[in-house]
């Protein structure tokens, strides 16, 4: 069935370092959705990405889907304390229902 | 503001009971989700339901059955509870295709001794 594998599965960062997860699939996506959650707290919907190529930003974050829609890539710049939390990317092809990679959990150190 | 309402945030159950989780949104959402989230597994779809009285199993159904008689309202239940059961349950109803985007709940912690 659907699955998306999302890399590394933990990233330790200094204040002020760059972070990137990555999301790849097997198969063609017709779009890829990108999540946060906080510790203690539920996933937010931070943005989707539909088009071949499309890149998009959100102050530090960046986020990119492949050229042949098999991958994705959330990057953070100079990351901030208030970063902290797992990053998911959800493969929503299927229609209305949402499949989730595993996540990457950030940790930033003050 | 939009909001997906979990009526439980902790609960402890014993092996073998009935749990009922339950779930409502007020957004007119016709899509809503249940979801379990495990360390290092990450989210995993159990049932889903695209209307009212219809349902579809998720990835990992067994064990679970769900209802939806009302729009707003998707249950989760689990008939005879197990260890292997305790987890984080996530509700989430679907605001279209349009943005693709799915609002959740707070969740809620289910401990099965």
């Known amino acids: 069935g659907q699955q998306v594998m999302q890399i590394p599965q933990y990233q330790h960062v200094q204040e002020g370092e760059d972070f990137t997860t990555y999301c790849n699939s097997s198969?063609?996506?017709?779009?890829i959705q990108w999540y946060k959650q906080r510790p203690g707290g539920h996933p937010v919907f931070l943005i989707q990405?539909?088009?071949?190529?499309e890149v998009k930003k959100q102050k530090r974050l960046t986020f990119q889907f492949g050229e042949a829609k098999k991958n994705s890539s959330l990057h953070i710049t100079a990351t901030q304390t208030t970063d902290v939390g797992t990053y998911f990317c959800?493969?929503?092809?299927?229609?209305?229902?949402?499949?989730f990679g595993a996540g990457t959990r950030l940790f930033v150190k003050a | 503001d939009v909001k997906v309402t979990q009526s439980s945030r902790y609960l402890v159950k014993r092996t073998g009971e009935k749990v009922f989780l339950e779930c409502v949104q007020d957004?007119?959402?016709?899509?809503m989700f249940w979801y379990r989230q495990d360390p290092g597994l990450g989210l995993r779809l159990i049932y889903f339901?695209?209307?009212?009285?219809?349902?579809e199993k998720g990835d990992i159904p067994e064990g679970y059955s769900v209802s939806r008689e009302k729009k707003e309202r998707f249950s989760l239940i689990l008939e005879s509870a197990s260890t292997n059961q305790t987890s984080m349950y996530l509700c989430?109803?679907?605001?279209?295709?349009?943005?693709?985007?799915?609002?959740f709940g707070e969740g809620s912690r289910l401990t099965v001794l």
């Open positions: 959800a493969d929503n092809t299927g229609g209305f229902k949402t499949i």
């Open positions: 198969t063609t996506l017709s779009n």
């Open positions: 990405l539909v088009k071949s190529g």
């Open positions: 957004m007119d959402h016709e899509n």
């Open positions: 339901s695209y209307d009212v009285k219809m349902k």
């Open positions: 989430a109803s679907w605001a279209g295709a349009n943005t693709g985007e799915l609002f």
